[in-house]
């Protein structure tokens, strides 16, 4: 299953910011701690400006990724979502009269 994974911290926080180098060893062992549990990465961006950073990552669940995360003490330094996700393909399969509105 897809799941989209919305990190956000703040300015203060930010692993840019000289002083907070700490972030780093944790951003490096969720990065094992995903591949321990399996879980591909699909793809990943960034909003610098905004200070949020965004995956999708393709697990067997939410809770398996919410492991990695808590493993790796990134919830320190971020507030994240995990949401799950599935392509407009799927979604219109699934409802063949389109999107209601």
Known sequence: MLYMVISKHSPESCPGRPGNEG???????????????NIRIVGRWADPAAHVNYMVLDAESGHAIQEALLESDLFAYTTTEIRLVWSMDEEYSCNPVGPRG
Request: include cysteine; aromatic fraction near 0%.
């Open 23 to 37: 972030i780093h060893p944790c951003v490096n062992m969720m990065e094992d701690k995903i591949k321990e549990k």
